[in-house]
């Protein structure tokens, strides 16, 4: 059974950095790419960012450019989300998500609350 | 703001048919495969359709999905209130080179 659980979200200032880790079990974790999708309150999916099965390629979308980083330890079945410079529209549900090879979502996790607030 | 337009909510009696329109662009629905996803709400989402029209072991074929040139349909036949949530499309698209979610829409059973 696939599974995919998020950990490291919570309450951070504006300017404040912080990182989300997704872990993952199930499958075979160094042959698929991983990726993140937020949800603000109440408000629609957005895709934040996704990379390969080895970690050499990244993809962000424009809003996090600069300032998140995507990262995976294959060893750890582990897949990161470095987020600085946070700003109060940065405020989402985080989701962990494995992506198929057509470039579909087909696992999520629970997901986890991160808050931008002073 | 969403390169993906998808109408708000649709509603329909226990039993009836809704579709649910995702209108898009040469660059995402027209040149790569379209995929849909149900939330229930304080859920996440799950994938009901990828590759256009294929469902995923466990989904009931009331569930379809079609694309004709830059547009994508997911149709719910049956409809059952345990349907109830908000649907998404989702594409690649080439010029952003990013992934695009649809605006969503809220299915309502009366």
Not at chain 1, 85 to 90: F, G, I, T
Not at chain 2, 57 to 62: C, N, W
């Given at each position: 059974e696939v599974q995919l659980l998020e950990s490291g979200g919570g309450l951070v200032q504006p300017g404040g950095s912080l990182r989300l880790s997704c872990a993952a079990s199930g499958f075979t974790f160094s042959s698929y790419a991983m990726s993140w999708v937020r949800q603000a309150p109440g408000k629609g999916l957005e895709w934040v960012s996704t990379i390969n099965n080895s970690g050499g390629s990244t993809y962000y979308a424009d809003s996090v450019k600069g300032r998140f980083t995507i990262s995976r330890d294959n060893s750890k079945h582990t897949v990161y989300l470095q987020m600085d410079?946070?700003?109060?529209?940065?405020t989402a549900v985080y989701y962990c998500a494995k992506r198929a090879d057509s470039y579909y979502f087909d696992y999520w996790g629970q997901g986890t609350l991160v808050t931008v607030s002073s | 703001q969403s390169v993906l337009t998808q109408p708000p909510s649709v509603s329909a009696a226990p039993g009836q048919k809704v579709t649910i329109s995702c209108s898009g662009s040469s660059s995402n629905i027209g040149n790569n495969y379209v995929s849909w996803y149900q939330q229930v709400p304080g859920t996440a989402p799950k994938v009901l359709i990828y590759e256009n029209n294929k469902r995923p072991?466990?989904?009931?074929?009331?569930f379809s999905g079609s694309k004709s040139g830059t547009s994508a349909t997911l149709g719910i036949t049956g409809l059952q209130t345990g349907d109830e949530a908000d649907y998404y499309c989702g594409t690649w698209d080439s010029s952003l080179s990013a992934y695009v979610f649809g605006t969503g829409t809220k299915v309502t059973v009366l």
């Open positions: 410079s946070l700003r109060a529209e940065d | 072991s466990g989904i009931p074929d009331r």
